[in-house]
């Protein structure tokens, strides 16, 4: 697909600012798209949408179809008379999960009867066809919802065997006796559905692009390997017998174990991929431009034997990737897919990648560790410029926080290669906008830069850090930090590189 000449931000929803411990889709994030607008940037970039659990990692989701309550503003439920929303105090600058699942839940639950009570008639209406239109995925959603919570939010390989292998009448007497819980998870979906829609038009009438982003694997503890066993790879106990990850890497020296259960390529594909032709047209619903996470693994994915404790034991088995590919193009045309294409990247990947002309990811960060043929450096970028370039990603340190842990030799190469390019710095807060300008000269089609290195923050705002199992996912811009003087600064430099 071709990109315009542009450039975008990229902020998770749950890092915004806000009163009641966790970003929303409400007032904040319309002000954020404001401020991208005024910017002069076009896409706003977020991490997966999906409910998320233990771990907090919108990579780790109970559903790969449903939008995560947490993200919901109850504001325009309590001015409905739904609830009554009292102060809460909450830590500033920082998601405290612990603290938010014992407040947001009872707070929807409550919302939710008041809804009961009091919504119109045409609201209900609106939630009975949201139910109907979506019960393909939802249905079984919601009763994973409902069933985990019943059982003390076990996972589901851990119910009693019935429920476990879905047996037709424990399945009915679940629905019939959690019946309230399945109508309020269902609930809850409708409107994050609602409140994402109504963002992206806001976003359309101000010409804006929304860029999501797609995990290749789903998460063991979800309603689709509940409901579709059949396609992983799985043990009669419903345990995975192997699992996803990365070998060892920049990023760490034993790997990335992540546990996702491996897809059974066979299976999927003998039903024509219909697994993942949903997938995509559920999230071309939402987003215009549709980042795929580990795009490598659509070639080869790394397999551990779930026995082992790291990813250092494994090995690549070939997926299926060529003929998936075709048969989303056949079925969708051109479809705008950004391959996330870092870590151990092959030709084979790379002519994947390129078969389908879908634009893939350079990293800054990553450029000056070694000499000047780094292909993450801007002057090795292809010609057609059908590339992505960060300063850094969700699982970088920030790009202050790069540069105070930068070798000699990376920042020798940084500064000699920005002088080149006509950009110095004269602090090391400098840094981030330095990489910034450095990413909008460069000839990639779309520059999008965390919110982060836009403010200059140092790895006290990182997001992730691959490996570690809590902490992460928990960044969130103070009230007015985002200023209008950051937004001015970032339309000159897009105007004098021909990106707005």
């Known amino acids: 697909m071709e990109l315009p000449r542009a450039f975008g931000l990229l902020l998770h929803p749950t890092s915004l600012p806000g009163p009641y411990g966790i970003g929303v889709l409400g007032q904040e994030a319309r002000e954020f798209l404001r401020f991208l607008e005024a910017a002069g940037g076009r896409f706003w970039q977020v991490l997966p949408l999906g409910p998320t659990g233990y771990g907090d990692s919108p990579y780790q989701s109970f559903s790969a179809f449903a939008g995560n309550p947490y993200l919901l503003d109850l504001r325009p439920l309590a001015e409905k008379g739904y609830l009554i929303l009292e102060d809460a105090s909450f830590p500033q600058g920082r998601v405290d999960y612990g603290l938010l699942y014992h407040w947001k839940w009872p707070a929807l639950k409550a919302a939710f009867q008041g809804f009961r009570e009091k919504a119109s008639k045409e609201e209900r209406e609106a939630f009975q066809a949201f139910q109907e239109k979506e019960a393909w995925w939802l249905k079984d959603y ?21 429920l476990r292998r879905r047996e037709e009448r424990a399945l009915r007497e679940a629905e019939a006796s959690l019946s309230e819980e399945v109508a309020f998870h269902a609930w809850t979906q409708w409107l994050f559905s609602r409140d994402w829609q109504a963002l992206k038009a806001e976003a359309e009438a101000l010409g804006l692009f929304l860029v999501g982003d797609m995990p ?117 045309g051109q479809v705008p897919i950004l391959a996330e294409d870092l870590g151990v990247i092959t030709p084979e990947v790379e002519a994947l990648r390129d078969r389908f002309g879908l634009p893939g990811m350079k990293v800054l960060q990553f450029a000056f560790d070694g000499g000047l043929d780094n292909p993450f450096l801007p002057h090795n970028y292809p010609p057609h410029g059908r590339v992505v370039v960060y300063t850094g990603t969700h699982d970088n340190d920030t790009t202050l926080g790069w540069y105070r842990t930068a070798t000699p030799h990376e920042r020798t190469l940084l500064e000699r ?41 140092g790895s006290e705002a990182r997001m992730n850090y691959p490996g570690r199992p809590s902490g992460n996912w928990a960044w969130r811009l103070r009230p007015r930090e985002l200023r209008p003087e950051y937004g001015e600064r970032l339309r000159a430099m897009a105007e004098a590189t021909g990106r707005v």
């Open 142 to 162: 919601a009763l994973f919802m409902a069933l985990k919570a019943h059982h003390g939010g076990l996972p589901w390989n851990q119910w009693p065997l019935p």
């Open 216 to 332: 290749i694997f789903v998460a063991e503890d979800s309603a689709e390997v509940w409901a579709h066993p059949e396609w992983f790879h799985l043990d009669e106990e419903g345990r995975p017998t192997v699992v996803a990850g990365v070998p060892p890497d920049y990023f760490s020296e034993t790997g990335q174990r992540w546990g996702n259960p491996l897809y059974r390529w066979d299976v999927l594909e003998r039903e024509d991929f219909s697994f993942w032709m949903e997938r995509l047209r559920k999230a071309l619903e939402f987003f215009h431009l549709v980042r795929i996470d580990h795009f490598r693994g659509f070639e080869a994915y790394w397999e551990i034997p779930a026995s082992c404790p790291t990813a250092v034991e494994g090995r690549w088995v070939k997926a299926p990737g060529e003929r998936l590919f075709a048969r989303i193009e056949e079925a969708f």
């Open 417 to 457: 290669y920005l002088a080149d390019w006509g950009l110095a710095f004269r602090s090391e807060e400098e840094v981030p906008w330095a990489l910034m300008g450095l990413g909008m000269k460069s000839v990639a089609r779309l520059a999008i830069y965390p919110v982060q290195d836009v403010l200059a923050l």
